[in-house]
């Protein structure tokens, strides 16, 4: 069965660093891979989503991530991290029917100014 | 456009009250889903839409049913409520059920089960 695991519930940096969240799936074929943003009191806002080609996908707010088959993993990044960063961060990846979104447990990001 | 909307975007209830989670769209969006998000446990699908009249369950239908008489709305129901169902409530449309196209999300109704 498809799962996603988010190793790190909850992260702090410092506005300026950069940033790197952690994504595991479980996925018999090629996935479709997703990063939502939540920011406190709203919904869900996809950040980007891989489905194949470069392994290297670039998204909105200045984030990226990368799709390493190998490690299964998909891993949000950016280099300069803003306040208005915080928020809490969904990693998910394709449930097996199309359309349906299986997501990871969710990493919770704060900015230290 | 509006989006996707949601009503109410609180609600308290009693144990064994009913009440309906309102969802539309106007997007013209054919798929629609309902998740429910628990702390720890991220978003898990409830049920979903892949057009009017058509709907299906997804990870955890139980105490939940759906219908999907117009293209622009679904809504959720609670027949009996129970404090499991204490959550927050998250409706999605996207114009196709593949998953390369975007989802779009609600904002969300957080229900308290007493």
């Known amino acids: 069965a498809q799962s996603v695991t988010q190793p790190d519930i909850h992260i702090t940096v410092s506005e300026g660093a950069s940033l790197e969240l952690r994504c595991n799936y479980s996925?018999?074929?090629?996935?479709?891979l997703f990063w939502y943003v939540q920011s406190p009191g709203q919904g869900l806002q996809l950040l980007l989503k891989?489905?194949?080609?470069?392994?290297l996908v670039q998204g909105i707010k200045g984030f990226e991530a990368e799709f390493k088959r190998s490690q299964s993993s998909f891993n949000l990044r950016k280099p300069s991290v803003h306040w208005s960063d915080a928020a809490e961060y969904f990693c998910a990846v394709e449930g097996n029917q199309g359309g349906k979104l299986i997501f990871g447990q969710g990493t919770e990001l704060s900015v230290k100014p | 456009n509006a989006g996707v909307t949601q009503t109410p975007k609180f609600q308290v209830l009693k144990t064994g009250q009913s009440m309906t989670l309102q969802c539309a769209q106007d997007?013209?969006?054919?798929?629609m889903s309902w998740y429910r998000q628990d702390p720890g446990m991220g978003l898990r699908l409830i049920h979903y839409?892949?057009?009017?009249?058509?709907?299906d369950q997804g990870e955890v239908p139980n105490g939940y049913n759906v219908s999907r008489s117009t293209t622009e709305d679904f809504p959720l129901r609670l027949l009996s409520a129970a404090p499991s169902q204490t959550s927050v409530y998250f409706c999605a449309s996207s114009y196709a059920r593949d998953s390369t196209d975007t989802q779009y999300f609600g904002p969300g109704t957080r229900l308290t089960v007493l």
């Open positions: 839409s892949v057009g009017a009249g058509i709907t």
């Open positions: 997007m013209n969006h054919e798929y």
């Open positions: 996925y018999g074929a090629t996935p479709y």
């Open positions: 891989y489905f194949s080609g470069d392994t």
